[in-house]
């Protein structure tokens, strides 16, 4: 049978973008194929009033090189700001001081000894990965007030899962790749939506978005991708660029292999609140503020938005910008991506034992299908990671068909 492409790819996310882009420059025809009515994924821009507001990827870092050359690859511009990540402004005195700086020296020690592409190969690694960083805390006989410090700097403020959830391996397994060594000092100058807005230009007409796949087959020699619609893309290879929460939803011929059907049950994205507020002036409270209500902070772009990023517990508060703040905000809007349809949470967050019984086997394909997305990276929950993977999966199906 005829193909109709060389390569259909699931998810027009950066992941997705970066795989076709990639393979399109080596002379392959690519279809990408989009849920949404936009592209970008969590990398999204929404004009508000006179201004914008990212409500998602809206950082990176000066070491997260992959994301840089593509940006640089495909013309988009990218600025200093103020550092995202500073010292935590917890308030911790004494005896609570010096265990916080026990688990953050813990931390950086695993991540100094632990190789990211194989965390396996470390002592008691087992062990560690069940580990929590709540649990770890527990260990030293912290006191609540360190345990509130932990879960507001790490979950509420970065992480979005609550520590009890997180396993201590992956956590360090993370910043060893590379998270955010220089505190996230970079922004897009257009935010993140003109990343893939220019990857997709560059594909020059071959991303469809409204259409949302509901099964692959890898049969025959080929792959069928069936959409929602009952149309059928048919390539001599797909991947599946699209969160595991959504992944889940796909029918899959043959069925997936044991540690992917696991991943799929036990995968855990955490919970995430971005809300915006314009203000015509100063807020009566010091900015940036970190609380039970988040992480408040000007944007870089605008002085006068006001941005809450809020994590875990705190996502799930309902807040009041305005009365926080104390100003009437002139417009207001917020994203939950935990009620997304085509996201479904955050990002992937490894839980005990999650890394070693399946999360370092995210990359791993199956017949003519291929997997991509931040999740296939050693860099799961960042805007680079998605990057990394696209390059990564495109480099494999490059080897595939030349090998």
């Known amino acids: 049978m005829t193909k109709h492409t060389d390569v259909v790819v699931v998810g027009a996310g950066i992941s997705g973008l970066t795989t076709a882009y990639r393979l399109s420059q080596a002379g392959l025809d690519v279809r990408v194929l989009e849920a949404r009515d936009r592209v970008g994924g969590r990398a999204w821009r929404i004009p508000m009033h006179e201004t914008f507001f990212d409500a998602g990827c809206e950082a990176l870092d000066h070491e997260h090189a992959t994301l840089r050359r593509l940006a640089e690859d495909v013309g988009v511009s990218i600025l200093e700001a103020p550092a995202w990540e500073a010292d935590p402004p917890l308030g911790l005195e004494g005896a609570d001081a010096e265990v916080f700086r026990a688990l953050e020296a813990e931390i950086a020690s695993l991540a100094d000894r632990v190789d990211p592409e194989h965390p396996e190969a470390l002592d008691d690694s087992r062990a560690l990965d069940y580990q929590t960083l709540s649990g770890w805390l527990d260990d030293q006989g912290a006191s609540a007030r360190v345990l509130e410090a932990a879960e507001l700097w790490i979950s509420v403020a970065s992480s979005s899962v609550p520590t009890g959830e997180m396993s201590f391996l992956a956590y360090a397994a993370k910043l060893a790749a590379g998270a955010a060594p220089s505190g996230l000092r970079l922004r897009f100058a257009d935010g993140p939506s003109a990343l893939a807005d220019r990857l997709a230009q560059e594909l020059d007409g071959r991303v469809r978005c409204n259409s949302p796949v509901v099964a692959l087959e890898d049969e025959g020699g080929e792959v069928s991708v069936r959409l929602a619609n009952g149309e059928v893309e048919r390539a001599e290879r797909a991947v599946v660029a699209i969160p595991l929460t959504l992944q889940g939803n796909l029918l899959f011929r043959p069925p997936l292999p044991e540690h ?90 490894f839980g005990p034992g999650h890394l070693l019984a399946w999360g370092n086997r995210l990359g791993e394909s199956h017949g003519r299908l291929h997997f991509g997305g931040a999740e296939r990276s050693t860099l799961k929950s960042y805007l680079e990671g998605a990057a990394r993977g696209g390059e990564e999966v495109a480099r494999e199906i490059l080897a595939a068909r030349d090998g």
Do not use: C
Not at 330 to 341: K, N, R, Y
């Open 260 to 349: 992917r059907s696991r991943a799929l049950a036990e995968a855990r994205y955490g919970e995430v609140v971005k809300q915006a507020a314009i203000l015509d002036m100063d807020p009566a409270i010091s900015l940036p503020v970190l609380s039970g209500e988040g992480h408040i902070y000007r944007s870089a772009h605008d002085a006068n938005l006001v941005v809450r990023f809020a994590g875990a517990g705190a996502a799930r508060k309902d807040v009041d910008l305005g009365r926080l703040l104390g100003v009437a905000p002139t417009a207001q809007t917020a994203v939950d991506w935990s009620g997304e349809p085509w996201t479904r949470g955050s990002y992937l967050i």
